[in-house]
């Protein structure tokens, strides 16, 4: 098993331009999340996903749009960067327990993104 | 809604010494409760995690930890640190609504071991 797998590993952007971040599992997870990385703040719940089709919001979901047509993808859309986005994005799934909560959550690699 | 807070952003600490990080959340519901560390330009794996049954639990890598619900606390400790031990550690809680169990971290601790 892959895993998590995320790409790309690092970008570059300018301010107003959009971009994907990819991400993918191979483990038939149902939950399926995005956070953000940023110094002293920990990690912040962008928007997360309990299965295809469904989405919700997080912390701070504002500048972001998810989709989920499949179990295994869950990319992550930056409609119009903006410098305040520069951050390290992982992404996560896990399986959801009975209690519809979340179990142990397995992390991608990290996306490091810069916006100029 | 539920929130972590880890009320020490960096402890230092000598090698072989006991340590304890601190973690406490807010939920009006049960929750689960968990320990996660990233070592430097890695990302994040779990060290361990309470679900329900006893409150003391036991991790990788001799981490340990105990849920107190009384205190809402889920403090992680370790009798005698490595050098290998430094490395950013995350509480995070998950908690039972009908909404899905979103799981939010603590701000992180820096665990900073010397010899």
């Known amino acids: 098993n892959a895993g998590v797998t995320q790409t790309p590993k690092f970008q570059v952007l300018k301010t107003g331009q959009s971009m994907t971040l990819q991400c993918a599992q191979d483990?038939?997870?149902?939950?399926m999340s995005w956070y953000r990385q940023d110094p002293g703040m920990g990690l912040r719940l962008i928007h997360y996903s309990v299965g295809a089709g469904i989405t919700d919001q997080g912390e701070v979901p504002n500048g972001y749009n998810v989709s989920r047509s499949t179990t295994e993808d869950f990319p992550l859309r930056l409609l119009s960067a903006a410098p305040s986005q520069t951050s390290v994005y992982f992404c996560a799934s896990s399986r959801l327990t009975a209690g519809w909560s979340t179990d142990t959550q397995y992390f991608g690699p990290g996306t490091r993104l810069t916006v100029l | 809604a539920q929130s972590v807070t880890q009320l020490d952003s960096q402890v230092p600490v000598f090698e072989e010494a006991p340590v304890e990080l601190r973690c406490n959340y807010s939920?009006?519901?049960?929750?689960?409760l968990f320990w996660y560390v990233q070592y430097p330009n890695q990302g994040l794996q779990l060290l361990l995690k309470?679900?329900?049954?006893?409150?003391l639990v036991k991790g990788i890598n001799g981490f340990e930890a105990e849920f107190n619900k009384s205190q809402t606390s889920f403090h992680l400790r370790k009798p005698s640190v490595h050098i290998s031990d430094t490395a950013e550690y995350f509480c995070a809680v998950s908690d039972f609504d009908n909404q899905g169990g979103k799981l939010i971290f603590g701000q992180g601790t820096e665990l900073s071991v010397k010899p």
């Open positions: 309470y679900l329900s049954g006893s409150t």
């Open positions: 483990m038939n997870h149902e939950y």
């Open positions: 939920s009006s519901v049960s929750v689960y």
